[in-house]
């Protein structure tokens, strides 16, 4: 019986590590690849932007900012337990503001280029960094009425399934869904409030 208790108390430590906003240091930063990094710092913009109203992200990418940060790790050690929140916000206030690069994308409407296009185009990585990145920023959204309590892993599967996205066949997806924005998809697997008691 203890046995059977002690691996209960180790599920439930491991799921709320893995659902724990936060959890995104320069360890973590260093263990994931490429495409969960810039995925998490585009999922991370993407709601700072449009559901944070954090303007200053308007002109940061994802690719660019991905190499700074990991040159910074890299440069200072010492810093690995700053969270990756922390380092993107100091590349952001180092940037100079200014206009949009000659061709360089302009998406109008909330949410931008964030579609189930670039969904399904996006490797596996990417779209579990996307989803780390934009719960990381959303759990600091302090009026936000949703709340995610799941593993990142789970609304990835989640989305890609309300897309029409599988596994064995990434070209598929689902025509009439495909427009919807990946926060609003995200949206309807928040969790759910429980009724006021009468």
């Not at 200072?76 to 206030?93: C, F, G, I, N, R």
């Not at 998406?107 to 779209?127: N, V």
């Not at 719960?135 to 609304?155: E, G, W």
């Not at 990946?182 to 697997?189: E, G, K, P, S, T």
């Amino acid at each position: 019986m203890k046995k059977v208790a002690a691996l209960c108390l180790a599920f439930i430590c491991s799921f709320a590590i893995a659902a724990t906003p936060g959890m995104h240091d320069g360890a973590w930063w260093k263990s994931a690849s490429e495409d969960q990094r810039t995925g998490f710092l585009a999922g991370y913009i993407d709601c700072a932007l449009y559901d944070a109203a954090e303007k200053q992200y308007t002109a940061v990418t994802w690719n660019s900012a991905e190499q700074a940060i990991t040159a910074r790790y890299t440069a200072h050690p010492a810093e690995l337990k700053t969270p990756v929140a922390s380092m993107l916000a100091q590349y952001v206030k180092a940037q100079k503001p200014g206009p949009v690069p000659p061709g360089g994308d302009v998406h109008p409407g909330k949410h931008g280029i964030f579609d189930g296009e670039y969904w399904r185009q996006s490797p596996p990585e990417h779209r579990l960094g996307f989803i780390e990145g934009y719960l990381d920023r959303h759990a600091k959204i302090a009026n936000s009425t949703a709340t995610y309590p799941q593993p990142a892993a789970t609304y990835v599967k989640q989305i890609s399934s309300w897309y029409g996205i599988r596994a064995d066949d990434p070209g598929e997806i689902n025509a009439k869904r495909s427009p919807r924005k990946i926060a609003d998809v995200l949206y309807r697997f928040r969790a759910k409030a429980a009724p006021p008691a009468h």
